[in-house]
Every structure is written in structure tokens, then in C-alpha cells.
């Protein structure tokens, strides 16, 4: 079992880095984060958004170090990013459950007293908060199933495949637990979900836990310095001043946008998605 555990760890890292290469993922942001620093340090980041005094802002390390913080309280530890409560709740579970499982396997596996009942609790307690958060999931928000017309039964392999063994996951170990372990069936199936799960890194969803963490940190940063990848850091919310609500206004190329009022309202977000 040690020896499946490491050759797990090393797919999910080998994956996880061939994904990120694939996708081009590292260079952007790694590239995006250079052009930033060299305009600030230049000061001459490009504004299309009105005429803001003082936009670009050196950051100290306490910023940055205030800025991770805030990274990973909102955006890693409560998944911040999801506007929906239940939505939230839904991934809580899921990456809580997560965590506690696969720690409590490595400390049971790894660990000097592997009968401890403390662990086998955390191992349970894990898998059901996976079991609750993968189904739900699945059965309420899969592929946002309202919104794009798709049912719930509906399955695309790469698509899902993320979704699916982390499922097969928590009912085969939840099931190995029922049945009082030992090498039998139940356990068969809680290593092939399993080898599922971390040997599909590539062509799944997985390596988005490591990557988007960076990405939100990212996203702060360029945001608190004022660079923004050259993006509206105001639409058509008000500019500071008159003459920034006359140059928003006539930035836009359609003539319609020219005249239209600037606050437009809630728009797709005025009712939720179930238009199937």
C-alpha cells in the first residue's frame, strides 16, 4: 500500500505538470506577471478607463503577504469565488472531505499505529463529507444542467471523469468500511477508483486545485497594483469624475453602448438560469 500510495503521488505531479504545460497555464501567468512589474516599475501601464491619478501602486511585501492571506481564507480555505451559498457549501464538503480522507489513508498507511481509532473516524467522517459533496453536487449542479439543457445522466468521460471517481471513490471506501475491510471485493474496487481518480490527473479536472489557488492570487495582485492586464478596472459603474463618465461613454465603438445609461442593471444575472 505504501508503494500504490507514492506511485499515486508521483501521477498526480507528473500529470499535473504535463496538464500545465498543455494548457499553457505557467508561461501566461508567469509571462502576464512579468509585463506587469515591468510596467509598474515603468509606470506606464496602458489606461483605456478614464483618467485615474495614481492607478498604478507599488506594492510592498506586507501587501503581497496581506494578499496571499486573503487568498487562501476567501479563495482556498471557503471557496469565495462561488456566488451561490449552496453551491459553496456543495465544494466546502467536497475538498474538506477530501483532504481529511487522504490524510487519514497517509497517516494510516505511513503511520506507526495504523488501528489508531481516532484516524479511522477522521477516514469515515472524510469519506462521507465526499460521498455528500460529490453527490450533491452531481444531482444539483452537474454541468449546470438548467442553464445548458443538460440532464443529469448525461455523461462525457473526459468531461466527468473528475466527478465520477471521486463518486466511486467515496462509495467503494464507505462500502470497504461497512463491510469491515480485508482484501475482498470492496477493497478491489476502492483501488481501482482510486487509480481512477489520481491516475487521470491529465484528462480530468484535478490539477485546477493547484493551479487555481495561483490563479487567484494572481488576480489580486494585478488588481491591487493597478496594471489589471489593461482591463476596465471601472465600466460603466461611474467614473470618478464627470469627464471619465463622457470617455467611457464614448470609447465603445457601437453606437448604442454610446447612449446607454451607465448602470445597466443586474442583466443575465436578473433570474436565475433555467431557461431549459
Not at 492571506?69 to 471557503?78: E, F, L, P, R, Y
Not at 493597478?226 to 461613454?249: I, M, S, V, W, Y
Not at 465603445?252 to 438560469?273: F, Q, V
Request: charged letters at 15%; a neutral charge.
Amino acid at each position: 500500500m505504501q508503494t500504490y500510495v507514492i506511485v499515486m503521488i508521483a501521477l498526480v505531479i507528473l500529470m499535473t505538470i504535463a496538464d500545465l504545460i498543455h494548457k499553457g497555464s505557467t508561461t501566461y501567468f508567469f509571462n502576464a506577471a512579468a509585463k506587469a512589474e515591468k510596467d509598474l516599475a515603468a509606470g506606464n501601464a496602458v489606461c483605456t478607463v478614464g483618467k485615474e491619478d495614481t492607478r498604478l501602486t507599488q506594492l510592498s511585501a506586507g501587501d503581497k503577504a496581506g494578499i496571499l492571506v486573503s487568498t487562501i481564507v476567501t479563495d482556498v480555505a471557503t471557496a469565495g469565488e462561488f456566488a451561490n451559498p449552496v453551491r459553496r457549501l456543495v465544494h466546502v464538503l467536497t475538498m474538506y472531505g477530501f483532504i481529511l480522507f487522504n490524510a487519514a489513508t497517509a497517516m494510516i498507511i505511513f503511520g506507526e499505529n495504523a488501528a489508531d481509532a481516532t484516524l479511522a473516524q477522521v477516514w469515515n467522517t472524510g469519506a462521507i463529507m465526499l460521498f455528500i459533496g460529490t453527490f450533491w453536487f452531481w444531482f444539483s449542479f452537474k454541468v449546470d444542467g438548467q442553464a445548458e439543457g443538460a440532464s443529469w445522466n448525461s455523461i462525457t468521460l473526459r468531461k466527468d471523469m473528475f466527478s465520477l471517481s471521486l463518486m466511486a471513490t467515496s462509495v467503494t471506501a464507505l462500502g470497504w468500511s461497512y463491510v469491515g475491510g480485508g482484501e475482498g471485493i470492496w477493497f478491489m474496487l476502492v483501488i481501482l477508483s482510486t487509480a481512477s481518480l489520481f491516475g487521470g490527473v491529465y484528462w480530468s479536472k484535478f490539477s485546477h486545485m493547484f493551479f487555481k489557488p495561483a490563479a487567484a492570487y494572481n488576480k489580486r495582485i494585478i488588481k491591487a497594483n493597478g496594471t489589471n492586464e489593461n482591463l476596465p478596472h471601472e465600466t460603466r459603474f461611474g467614473g470618478k469624475t464627470a469627464a471619465d463618465d463622457d470617455f467611457q461613454q464614448n470609447r465603445h465603438s457601437m453606437e448604442l453602448l454610446k447612449d446607454a445609461p451607465m448602470d445597466m442593471g443586474l442583466g443575465i444575472k436578473r433570474e436565475a438560469p433555467k431557461h431549459y
